[in-house]
């Protein structure tokens, strides 16, 4: 795992100043200019995409700034089963990404998106796994440039949809441009759907409860899913939902996309979130990497109700 250790820049004594000068200026080069696979002690192989469309090692992206990674992966003859992305900045090191996956020989071929945050540095890492937990990793370094790069934001005042036995509104939800489908009208928009609805007890509580397509509890409450050619997968920040870390007053607030991003906590998210009771915010981001915020104007507690919900997303 890589560690930031700060250095200590006070010139060394006596005749090994030179020696010291060259070990140093060796591990920041290698630090600062190269990207390393780091681990590879089996058959699986990494690689990170190039081109303008990616962010390149040692690049400078102001703060709210987009990085971009794209991954090339294969098992080596064994499906690949796990991906891991993490960030390590000054203050420690933080999950952005923890999911099990199942590619055969076709490979694994994708793109994430992330946003800059306030650190000066970051170290990206990126590690899968394949059957025979064989890992590979590869690491890159982004710097923070000058300025910030905060984005506009879609606006969606109140949208009311219904919960898994609810046949008076819309049950399929777009959350990139709040729109609304129901089992009806839903063909050729499968791969748009971000958000389901649905109503349970658990733990002895009762739960109003976000999930999406790609979240495996959706199939049990929309059977239908299951016929669907793509079903996507939005990640929920649930610990910000469960602490009330974000009031009505800060989401309504929001005008550009700078709490979006800097209130999403990657660290704990899941495809499904539990307990979003009236009053609560729950940061969210697509599968196609755009961050954003849902507020639970209301929040029936039966499965044949219904939610009203506001909607703040990256445009």
């Not at 910000?240 to 991003?261: G, H, K, M, R, W």
């Amino acid at each position: 795992m890589y560690t930031l250790q700060p250095m200590n820049m006070k010139r060394p004594q006596g005749g090994v100043f030179t020696l010291w000068l060259f070990s140093f200026l060796t591990i920041l080069s290698l630090s600062f200019f190269s990207c390393s696979q780091e681990d590879s002690p089996g058959k699986s192989t990494l690689f990170l995409k190039t081109g303008v469309a990616y962010t390149a090692n040692g690049a400078y992206v102001p703060m709210g700034g987009k990085i971009r990674i794209g991954i090339q992966a294969s098992g080596g003859g064994s499906p690949l089963t796990y991906i891991r992305i993490e960030k390590s900045t000054p203050s420690g090191t933080f999950t952005q990404l923890d999911k099990g996956i199942y590619v055969g020989n076709e490979g694994f071929d994708e793109d994430y998106i992330f946003s800059k945050d306030t650190n000066s540095f970051e170290r990206w890492k990126i590690l899968v796994m394949n059957a025979d937990r064989d890992t590979v990793s590869v690491s890159f370094n982004v710097f923070k440039d000058s300025g910030s790069s905060y984005g506009e934001i879609i606006y969606i005042p109140s949208i009311t949809v219904g919960l898994q036995d609810n046949s008076q509104y819309d049950q399929y939800l777009d959350l990139e441009n709040g729109v609304s489908y129901n089992s009806a009208n839903i063909l050729g928009h499968e791969a748009e759907i971000d958000w389901l609805g649905y109503y349970y007890v658990t733990s002895g509580l009762p739960s109003p409860s976000f999930t999406c397509p790609g979240y495996t509890a959706s199939i049990a409450y929309y059977p239908e899913i299951g016929t669907w050619p793509v079903k996507s997968s939005t990640v929920y920040d649930y610990v910000t939902s469960d602490n009330n870390l974000i009031s009505f007053q800060q989401f309504d607030a929001a005008e550009n996309d700078s709490l979006l991003v800097s209130g999403f906590k990657p660290e704990k998210v899941s495809g499904n979130c539990k307990y979003c009771y009236t009053g609560k915010v729950v940061p969210f981001k697509t599968q196609s990497g755009k961050y954003g915020m849902i507020k639970v104007i209301r929040a029936d507690q039966s499965a044949d109700g219904s939610m009203e919900l506001s909607i703040k997303v990256q445009k």
